[in-house]
């Protein structure tokens, strides 16, 4: 018999997985994957039963390909002539923590189980974290 999960019989854990010389998006799809609780054995898809993930070391991510040169973060203010570029180079260098978080909130649904997942995802660009408190485990990556 399958058993579903309620809201309140969730166990959260936290995990730390480490981007350093990784790809961005396969680290991003593993963070998504906590986030969402895909790889528990009792993983309900109505029921936010996933865990608190952190990402350090963002700043160390790599992008394969040409994409540091060719992708671009675009957003419109909903003015005429209001659309701002920035290319994944300038994003990389300034801002790794929130092109990190731009990857992995694209992985997640557009519903009310991603907007609470999207929070339980603590991003860092160097490999220091202020969670020691809630002993996370380090999740194994290939």
Not at 25 to 31: E, H, K, L, N, Y
Not at 70 to 77: D, G, I, L, T, V
Request: charged fraction near 30%.
């Amino acid at each position: 018999m399958t058993t579903l999960v309620r809201k309140e019989d969730v166990q959260r854990k936290w995990y730390v997985l480490d981007a350093a010389d990784k790809p961005l998006g396969r680290t991003a799809v593993i963070a998504a994957n906590l986030l969402r609780g895909k790889l528990k054995p009792d993983f309900t898809p109505n029921v936010d039963c996933g865990d608190y993930v952190i990402v350090i070391n963002a700043d160390k991510a790599v992008l394969t390909g040409r994409k540091l040169e060719e992708k671009y973060y675009r957003r419109h203010s909903g003015w005429i002539g209001g659309l701002k570029e920035v290319q994944y180079k300038t994003l990389m260098a300034e801002r790794p923590e929130f092109a990190f978080e731009l990857a992995v909130k694209g992985m997640l649904p557009k519903n009310t189980l991603g907007r609470t997942a999207i929070t339980r995802l603590k991003v860092y660009s160097g490999a220091e974290h202020p969670h020691a408190a809630q002993k996370p485990e380090a999740f194994p990556q290939d």
